[in-house]
């Protein structure tokens, strides 16, 4: 279907939606039947999965909120600052909640904060109604939702996994065409955007993946497979810019040997070349090769290594290639596997799909707690002006506070947002104003109103399904919903129109006061801020066995796309040159290689790896601190280089020797080089 | 299908309890089908899901309400 029909049949489908829940809720006699008609636009979605999904976390936050306030009212109504408090504060610890998760599933607390405010506060003055309202958001809420997901769902549905697929085929083939370029050249300023690009897209596929639980029940569940892909997406960054650096520093000692410049020329023509590989073809490579029959995959295990720097950094950029190509040929075939339900995959990838663990996100408690703070002051700010201003409409602006900071709360620039939700209303209220005060008077029965309000349904609807007029469609619906207020009889009232609208207004400025109080992120800030989690990351990785390498790797990646995109905003890096990102992926991954190949080696080799991984952890713990000790980075290496060059040449003592040329290309001071030295 | 059930104190109306039994039962009997391939068979599956939810409330109402209800036996 071309797109601008798929967008008419999504707006058509939400207009629908939204008249059926209006339909219902005046045939049922409910008390705001508007409530459920800008639930219908805020679930909307062009994929029928998230419509379903935010249904769901829809109705469980509003039970949450429900329950809160029907707990919290009856016996607080009598203390009005103690009741404040404790409403505030329950947003606030709602909005810490909800930004730990960032998938989804958060929008569960998000709501539950704000709907014990929107009932809570609305009945202060009939505490004995707030059963009833409670119910009535509740069924009102329910009816929404559930007109909107069986619209979407019936209505041309498009599933989240077409629309990935999509995406992953061209990123891929965008990363296959990058990644040829970028490994016969060195490392440049511009690679910054291509891993902003590739991070956030295995993040985003983290993100939308979690929508296919909820997708109708042809299309395939295959989270195991979508996992792997990330996994194998987050390797191509960190393994390529291996290769660089290695080439790099052996450009810098000498020359690059025929062999090697070979065996790169191959690669890059293969990777640009979007061949597939045979995903049937046997693999008798450890690890698998996936049937991927390139020169620098098979040939370069048996011959001993020259224990010599150019000789060492050959092996380590030769270890990084094959390990660039199984990651990228893993890739296609997952892309492939999670196109076409019946293409078969490779045994080893079909084990690892199955048993491949949970993998967290980035999460960062201390901004999290510093949004709660902003929602909870600018909820309560706003009720000391309600009560001690004896303000009538007041409660309608703290609900409007703790609104507008809920949702602000995960965006560096939340004051930005508000304020534009602000003129969105501004930019409403007109609207609502003509249908309020010169149409609907004119107008009788629920025909003729549904023949009067299509229009501007639909054009929501339309501005809704197009990427960049999404949010202000959504705004413009929920304010023009708002401010019609659609009772079930007409009772046009200028004055109260003007009031509760201007509420609103006030309770939005509160909230921006309070995100530019609190939550003046600056970007360059945060980017420090997240890469020092990844540094202690790093130290976790080298003191504790336990932690799961794919998993790290992912959260590192996910780590990098923050940064990165941070980065570009404040149009700097941070302070020192300190940040990058996939330096610590790098690090990690070595590290990785460093703890596997101890078990197959002796025992002085093992003690030797395990003092390199102490190093790498003291070195990481000097970043944090800011310090920058001399620490014997360099000599720890070099003695791990010595014991491991003493091995029997096996595949272990090489991966082990290209890992420790990797930490110490990364570690040590630039220009130092590895001299063969002599065990005494 | 009309009339409630007291929980608690709580007045609950049936129609809301059968809904619920039914969805248990719509999505056990779509993670089998899922499960044995069948949606292949399926032309349009968010129409069939919605469709075996009605008849799985249909079911519902009739076996919980059979006796107390004219018209349904």
């Not at chain 1, 011959?303 to 390990?323: F, K, M, S």
């Not at chain 1, 703790?402 to 508000?418: N, P, Q, V």
């Not at chain 1, 009788?444 to 549904?450: E, H, I, Q, S, T």
Request: with cysteine.
């Amino acid at each position: 279907m071309p797109r601008s029909l798929r967008k008419l049949s999504f707006a058509t489908a939400n207009t629908a939606a939204v008249l059926a829940a209006l339909y219902i809720a005046f045939a049922r006699d409910l008390e705001r039947p508007y409530w459920a008609m800008f639930t219908v636009f805020i679930v909307a979605n062009p994929i029928v999965g998230a419509v379903r999904s935010k249904a769901v976390y829809r109705i469980l936050g509003t039970l949450l909120g429900a329950s809160i306030s029907i707990f919290l009212i009856p016996p607080l109504v009598d203390a009005p600052a103690l009741l404040c408090l404790a409403i505030s504060l329950w947003v606030g610890i709602c909005v810490y909640l909800s930004l730990l998760d960032r998938t989804p599933r958060s929008y569960v607390f998000l709501l539950a904060g704000y709907t014990a405010t929107l009932i809570g506060l609305a009945v202060v003055n009939q505490p004995a109604t707030v059963f009833d309202t409670a119910v009535s958001r509740v069924e009102e809420i329910s009816l929404g939702v559930i007109c909107a997901a069986i619209a979407h769902s019936v209505i041309f549905p498009q599933s989240v996994t077409a629309h990935l697929n999509t995406k992953i085929r061209s990123t891929l083939m965008s990363a296959g065409t990058w990644l040829s370029e970028a490994l016969m050249r060195p490392e440049q300023a511009s690679d910054m955007q291509a891993q902003e690009q590739l991070a956030t897209f295995v993040t985003d596929l983290h993100l939308l993946y979690t929508h296919v639980e909820f997708e109708t029940s042809d299309v395939p569940r295959a989270a195991g497979l979508m996992r792997l892909l990330r996994d194998r997406l987050a390797l191509l960054l960190p393994r390529v810019s291996s290769v660089q650096k290695a080439i790099a520093a052996l450009a810098a000692s000498g020359s690059v040997s025929p062999r090697l410049a070979g065996a790169i020329e191959v690669t890059s023509h293969w990777l640009r070349s979007g061949e597939s590989p045979e995903p049937s073809a046997p693999s008798s490579l450890p690890g698998g090769g996936g049937g991927v029959n390139l020169p620098v995959v098979t040939a370069q295990r048996s011959r001993a290594v020259a224990l010599d720097w150019p000789g060492l950094l050959e092996q380590n950029a030769i270890t990084n290639l094959r390990e660039l190509v199984f990651a990228f040929a893993d890739s296609k075939m997952l892309a492939t596997a999670l196109a076409n339900d019946a293409a078969n995959l490779p045994a080893h990838l079909e084990h690892e799909a199955a048993t491949a663990g949970h993998r967290p996100l980035h999460r960062d408690r201390g901004l999290a707690l510093l949004s709660a703070f902003a929602a909870a002051g600018a909820t309560l700010l706003a009720c000391a002006l309600w009560i001690e201003g004896s303000w009538p409409e007041g409660a309608v602006a703290a609900q409007f506070a703790a609104i507008g900071c809920s949702l602000a709360a995960t965006l560096d620039d939340a004051a930005k947002f508000i304020r534009s939700a602000i003129i969105g209303i501004l930019l409403a209220l007109p609207f609502a104003a003509l249908y309020e005060f010169a149409i609907l008077p004119r107008i009788d029965g629920f025909v003729a109103l549904a023949i009067v309000l299509s229009p501007a349904i639909l054009l929501f609807s339309l501005m809704q399904a197009s990427d960049r007029l999404g949010g202000a469609g959504l705004v413009l619906a929920i304010a023009f919903s708002g401010g019609l207020a659609l009772q079930d009889t007409y009772k046009a009232d200028f004055a109260a129109f003007v009031n509760s609208n201007s509420a609103e207004i006030v309770g939005l400025l509160v909230a921006v006061a309070m995100s530019l109080v609190f939550r003046t992120i600056d970007p360059a800030w945060n980017a420090v801020r997240i890469s020092k989690a990844g540094w202690r990351e790093v130290r976790r990785l080298a003191t504790n066995r336990r932690v799961d390498l794919p998993a790290w790797t992912e959260k590192m990646f996910d780590r990098l796309g923050l940064v990165t995109s941070r980065i570009r905003i404040a149009g700097r890096v941070g302070r020192r040159g300190d940040i990058d990102g996939l330096r610590d992926m790098r690090v990690g991954l070595n590290m990785g290689t460093v703890r596997g190949v101890g078990g197959e080696l002796g025992s002085s080799s093992r003690a030797a790896l395990e003092r390199v991984l102490a190093t790498v952890s003291r070195d990481y713990r000097s970043r944090l601190s800011n310090r920058r000790d001399a620490i014997d980075v360099e000599e720890t290496i070099d003695q791990g280089i010595v014991f491991l060059g003493a091995e029997a040449p096996s595949g272990a003592s090489l991966d082990g020797l290209a890992a420790l040329i990797g930490l110490r290309l990364d570690l040590a001071p630039a220009g130092g080089q590895y001299a063969v030295k002599r065990t005494s | 299908m009309i009339g409630e059930i007291d929980i608690a104190g709580v007045f609950v109306p049936r129609l809301l309890i059968a809904a619920l039994i039914a969805f248990c039962l719509t999505a056990v009997a779509q993670r089998s089908m899922r499960r044995l391939h069948l949606y292949r068979f399926i032309w349009h599956a968010g129409l069939f899901d919605v469709a075996l939810f009605v008849v799985m409330l249909w079911a519902t109402a009739v076996v919980t309400a059979a006796g107390n209800i004219p018209g349904v036996k």
